[in-house]
């Protein structure tokens, strides 16, 4: 049986919203985001966050987001936000009523990193 061996990184992040696939919150073509077609559990980062400082980026990168309920969003990292957001998470939802109810919130953010796996000599 395989065990994944995973570190973390924290952030305290000051706004998380939810947005929507529309032109209004996007831009004009609002299937596509930064990485790619828009994907299932996608949430689009802050360029602070969502660029590293070797120049590349978080595309694709698993994510938890932790609420101050305790609520656990998982997600993966597939866009980026407008440059005026910093410590900021957008999570996309499918529906404009899903995204308003959710409202504004502070969170923290963890990227989960996954190593190669560890077996028990199976």
Same mark, same amino acid.
């Given at each position: 049986?395989?065990?994944? %061996?995973?570190? =973390?990184? /924290? ?14 919150? =996007? ?18 980062? %802050?360029?602070?966050?969502? /660029? ?21 969003? #998982?997600?993966?990292?597939?866009? =980026? ?16 009523? #899903? ?24």
């Amino acid at each position: 049986m395989a065990r994944c %061996s995973c570190t =973390t990184d /924290f952030f305290y992040l000051r706004r998380v919203t939810a947005y929507n696939a529309l032109a209004d919150q =996007t831009n004009s073509d609002p299937d596509i985001s930064a990485c790619g077609p828009n994907r299932p559990d996608q949430v689009a980062l %802050s360029q602070d966050l969502f /660029f590293r400082k070797n120049g590349g980026n978080r595309c694709g990168e698993r994510i938890n987001i932790i609420l101050r309920s305790g609520r656990v969003i #998982h997600g993966v990292v597939w866009d =980026t936000m407008n440059p005026r957001y910093h410590m900021a998470a957008d999570i996309l939802m499918g529906s404009v009523q #899903h995204a308003v109810d959710f409202g504004v919130k502070q969170a923290k953010l963890r990227f989960v990193h996954s190593m190669a796996p560890v077996t028990n000599g199976i």
